[in-house]
């Protein structure tokens, strides 16, 4: 008997709102942004938890909701409304979609360095919502998948670094040979149930003090 699918956990999905104007037509043309942005979600089974406004308090509520991905809807120029989006993710990142018309190159390349994972110029239509959401989920965890090996490749660098000045030390302090220093290294770091590199730094620490 086959077991049933592992059921998926829906996206929570915070919309950001940053309205251009105050005037009626403003007021009505980010109505009409708003009507199409959460049929598109709702037709698509994203879960809305909540709908922000673009100000000082943002990094704070995205804080207390914690959702797994981040929408602007932002008619013009959003970089300050980035500001606060970069606050709120720097720790824990998340990706993050902006609707816009503003095409300029450089409220553009503000964007991705800010870490939006998908610039999406007059394509805020319901239909398109849902592929638009999938392909910058899809490249977010590429990228976090990429920054973790990155990530991983450099503390086994340094990691080996370390290894060696340790090795280092043992040869010139008792005359061993490489192999041996290498080889008593291991035995101590197993002896205490330590990491290589972390048995290494506590050699090269004691050797600091004298």
Same mark, same amino acid.
């Given at each position: 008997?086959?077991?049933?699918?592992?059921?998926?956990?829906?996206?929570?999905?915070?919309?950001?709102?940053?309205?251009?104007?105050?005037?009626?037509? =403003?007021?009505?043309?980010?109505?009409?942004?708003?009507?199409? $942005?959460?049929?598109?979600?709702?037709? !698509?089974?994203?879960?809305?938890?909540? !709908?922000?406004?673009?100000? *000082?308090?943002?990094?704070?509520?995205?804080?207390?909701? %914690?959702?797994? @991905?981040?929408?602007?809807?932002?008619? !013009?120029?959003?970089?300050?409304?980035?500001?606060? *989006?970069? *606050? =709120?993710?720097?720790?824990?990142?998340?990706?993050?979609?902006?609707?816009?018309?503003?095409?300029?190159?450089?409220? @553009?390349?503000?964007? *991705?360095?800010?870490?939006?994972?998908?610039?999406?110029?007059?394509?805020?239509? =319901?239909?398109?919502?849902?592929?638009?959401?999938?392909?910058? $989920? =899809?490249?977010?965890?590429?990228?976090?998948?990429?920054?973790?090996?990155?990530?991983?490749?450099?503390?086994?660098? #340094?990691?080996?670094?370390?290894?060696?000045? #340790?090795?280092?030390? $043992? @040869?010139?302090?008792?005359?061993?040979?490489?192999? %041996?220093?290498? %080889?008593?290294?291991? !035995?101590?770091? @197993?002896?205490?149930? $330590?990491?290589?590199?972390?048995?290494?730094?506590?050699?090269?620490?004691?050797?600091?003090?004298?």
């Amino acid at each position: 008997m086959k077991s049933p699918p592992p059921v998926q956990r829906t996206l929570r999905i915070v919309v950001v709102n940053s309205v251009s104007g105050a005037g009626e037509q =403003a007021m009505a043309a980010q109505a009409r942004r708003n009507t199409a $942005l959460r049929i598109g979600l709702l037709e !698509s089974g994203y879960d809305i938890v909540a !709908s922000l406004p673009a100000d *000082i308090f943002l990094p704070e509520r995205i804080a207390q909701i %914690q959702p797994d @991905m981040i929408i602007i809807d932002s008619e !013009s120029d959003a970089r300050d409304v980035l500001e606060h *989006i970069v *606050i =709120a993710t720097r720790d824990e990142p998340r990706p993050i979609v902006l609707f816009t018309d503003d095409q300029d190159q450089g409220s @553009m390349d503000a964007a *991705i360095d800010a870490g939006v994972s998908a610039y999406i110029v007059a394509g805020l239509q =319901a239909g398109r919502v849902k592929p638009v959401l999938d392909v910058a $989920l =899809a490249r977010f965890r590429r990228e976090r998948r990429l920054l973790d090996e990155l990530s991983d490749t450099r503390r086994q660098l #340094a990691d080996r670094k370390l290894v060696e000045r #340790a090795k280092g030390l $043992l @040869m010139a302090k008792s005359g061993l040979s490489e192999e %041996q220093a290498y %080889q008593k290294l291991r !035995s101590m770091a @197993m002896n205490r149930k $330590l990491k290589l590199a972390e048995l290494a730094q506590r050699v090269l620490d004691v050797e600091d003090l004298f």
